[in-house]
């Protein structure tokens, strides 16, 4: 019986990244390298809406990737498919390569087209939701929370032709408000970033919230030893001690900022 299952976070799979995604990128050597200790160890990834009931294997992990850059579909997903791994990518559909009438907000790199996010789903990767133009959601008015959530889960819905069950959230950032209009908007499950180890659904540990399923982060900067320790659940409040207070603080600043931008659009 698994207490815990490690839910790790990507972005960007790539040597050179540029300087926005540089802090979260990992190169296509050190993922196969992870990759290969996971096969090693004995890993079984599952893809991330299978955290939402039981069942689950005897050494589980999550593999997810935010945002949906071509990277993921150029170095991650041949490896991937080498091991036999299933994955989640969330994809924010108005920073497509083709998302046409549709484009919304910056992305920081070159992006998946539409064709390579059917590929991938064809190939067995579980897509989800990240919002449509990548905003801080915990930041938007009611209104313009629903236009992103519901627009994300809508075109990716129509695009890949079957229901979008799971997302995360851009920037890690959500709020119980949030969290309400994910649900109302039809989504089952989401992960926020926490830099914890999420609760499996039969351990007997204390149950996430299902809507708010802490994921570790895998950076550029993170060794292959620190990478299974983290998979092994082994000493990760002390990989992450920084992060985690870094988190507290900035959460209570956030709090503060949309308060104040409530009040002042009542005034």
């Known amino acids: 019986m698994n207490a815990h299952v490690p839910v790790l976070m ?23 390298d992870q990759m290969a200790l996971l096969a090693e160890r004995g890993f079984t990834p599952v893809p991330f809406s299978a955290l939402g009931g039981p069942g689950l294997p005897g050494k589980p992990i999550v593999i997810t990737f935010d945002d949906g850059y071509a990277d993921f579909h150029e170095h991650a997903l041949p490896v991937l498919e ?47 939701g990240h919002s449509h133009s990548h905003p801080q959601l915990d930041q938007l008015g009611d209104a313009a929370l629903r236009e992103e959530l519901i627009r994300n889960k809508g075109l990716l819905e129509e695009r890949l032709g079957g229901p979008v069950t799971t997302m995360a959230y851009p920037f890690g950032y959500s709020s119980a408000r949030v969290r309400r209009a994910v649900r109302a908007a ?82």
């Open 82 to 128: 080498r091991h036999g791994f299933p994955a989640t990518v969330f994809v924010t559909t108005g920073w497509l390569a083709d998302a046409g009438p549709d484009a919304a907000g910056r992305p920081l790199d070159t992006m998946m087209a539409w064709s390579q996010v059917r590929e991938a789903a064809a190939h067995g990767v579980e897509v989800g």
């Open 186 to 267: 039809g989504y089952d499950s989401a992960c926020a970033v926490a830099n914890r180890l999420a609760p499996a659904p039969d351990g007997g540990a204390a149950r996430a919230d299902v809507l708010a399923i802490p994921r570790l982060t895998v950076r550029m900067s993170t060794s292959l030893a620190t990478f299974g320790r983290v998979a092994d659940g082994r000493g990760v409040p002390l990989v992450f001690l920084k992060d985690h207070l870094l988190t507290r603080g900035y959460a209570v600043v956030r709090r503060a900022r949309y308060g104040a931008r409530r009040a002042a659009r009542r005034v």
């Open 10 to 32: 990507y972005h960007s799979i790539k040597a050179r990244p540029p300087r926005g995604t540089a802090a979260l990128a990992v190169s296509p050597g050190a993922f196969a």
